[in-house]
């Protein structure tokens, strides 16, 4: 244990000293913290400073002499490495309810980001609230604090926790926070799993057929060309195919190589970009899919943030940068060019021609009502019903195609096989 002396000022302004024995900093600033007091500097004795530091450094030597593995490492790829990771929605959804959790049972905010540095968040370090503990204890909002860090904080979240700070109702907040990401969590993972097992029969179809052609056909060659045979038309096509690839694999590759190149070059531009996410809206199946998860988001978000006081212009904004496809963004931009505070917004979404006409009708109910932020809700429940359904009907149509095609490539390549081997007996039988 070790004696701290700490210098703190009380709820009505008075500034208090005094020293408390504990085993480090963060323990002393908790304590203060206990006390009802804002801590503004906490150090220790300087004799005891020194046999402090002295078995620092004894703990912190390393064991081991030599330069770890990541400073073997370039700059580069260290800073790769030890970037700061986008969180998943999972995770945010976890750190919101948690935060939500600690302040509704009473806790301060600080003692409450204190617990989050303790309690085991995936995907948002500990230095993430230890950080929002400093900045709110030296007395800047949570919403400024989270601000400071843009890559675990989105502005959705940022506004809506400044929303909650000026209402009071910051509990409240978090917790339709932590719903919405809840909600966008369950949607990305139907729309991943409905594609893992097409995926996976893809790609097990494609390494048998590598297998194949590589391994055991020309085994079946060696034999072929010891006979005398007029062979089927199916296995000259698979020996035809066998020794093109074989002598102009290199001419494929570079095709390959070429087409990726040239695809991402387009994708990078910004009339490659619009003609892409124009194709995702409007594909077969796929597009319907896109669409409905699109819409889904844009209502849900929309709701979250008006339903939380967030400014209706504000709203469009926030909403419009969270928004992947450019076909829509452009869409919001321009409705919220044309909305101004006070004036409908059902009118300008009319107007884009690419939001679906229910949308519309909705909104307009809500306005007249009064209640948008609930005419959004029912929205995008709808929604994400449909995309369920979407998603089961594209997952059921799309593995029997799959299959069929797989079945037909790996049947071509027995017959071609099995074919030969009927001829070959067939011929000794004659003879």
């Not at 204190?114 to 007395?139: C, Y």
């Not at 604090?145 to 502005?155: D, E, L, T």
């Amino acid at each position: 244990m070790a004696q701290f002396t700490y210098k703190a000022r009380r709820r009505s302004g008075e500034v208090v000293t005094g020293v408390l024995e504990v085993a480090d900093r963060p323990a002393a600033l908790m304590q203060i913290e206990r006390l009802g007091l804002f801590p503004i500097a906490v150090e220790i004795p300087r004799g005891a400073a020194a046999v402090a530091a002295a078995a620092a450094a004894a703990a912190d030597r390393p064991a081991v002499t030599g330069k770890s593995l990541s400073a073997l490492l370039p700059p580069a790829l260290r800073q790769y490495f030890n970037r700061q990771r986008k969180p998943k929605m999972q995770e945010l959804a976890t750190f919101t309810n948690q935060l939500a959790n600690l302040i509704k049972s009473g806790m301060p905010l600080t003692v409450a980001l204190n617990s989050m540095t303790h309690l085991e968040t995936k995907g948002i370090p500990a230095e993430v609230s230890r950080q929002l503990k400093q900045d709110v204890m030296e007395g800047k909002g949570l919403s400024e604090a989270m601000g400071k860090q843009p890559v675990i904080f989105s502005n959705l979240y940022i506004n809506m926790v400044k929303a909650g700070e000026q209402s009071g109702a910051l509990v409240d907040v978090l917790r339709r926070m932590g719903n919405h990401f809840e909600r966008f969590s369950q949607v990305q993972s139907k729309f991943k799993s409905a594609m893992i097992y097409p995926v996976f029969v893809c790609c097990v179809g494609i390494a048998i057929s590598i297998f194949f052609m590589t391994v055991m056909l020309p085994s079946f060659m060696q034999l072929f060309q010891g006979m005398h045979v007029q062979l089927p038309l199916a296995t000259r096509i698979l020996i035809g195919l066998n020794s093109f690839f074989q002598r102009w694999w290199w001419v494929m590759l570079l095709i390959i190589v070429t087409v990726a190149v040239v695809f991402n070059r387009f994708r990078a531009t910004e009339a490659g970009k619009t003609k892409i996410d124009q194709w995702k809206l409007s594909a077969p199946i796929f597009g319907k899919v896109m669409r409905l998860h699109i819409f889904g988001q844009f209502c849900r978000t929309l709701a979250t943030l008006l339903q939380n006081g967030v400014p209706v212009l504000q709203s469009m904004e926030i909403t419009e940068q969270i928004i992947d496809n450019r076909i829509i963004k452009e869409a919001i931009a321009k409705t919220r060019q044309q909305v101004t505070d006070g004036k409908t917004i059902a009118e300008p979404l009319a107007r884009s021609k690419v939001f679906p006409q229910l949308m519309v009708d909705l909104v307009k109910i809500g306005e007249e009502t009064g209640d948008v932020p609930g005419s959004l809700g029912n929205l995008a429940e709808t929604y994400e019903g449909e995309l369920d359904i979407a998603l089961r009907v594209m997952t059921n149509m799309i593995e029997p195609v799959i299959i069929c095609v797989m079945a037909c490539g790996v049947g071509f390549l027995l017959v071609g096989v099995l074919s030969a081997l009927f001829a070959i007996t067939s011929s000794i039988n004659v003879r």
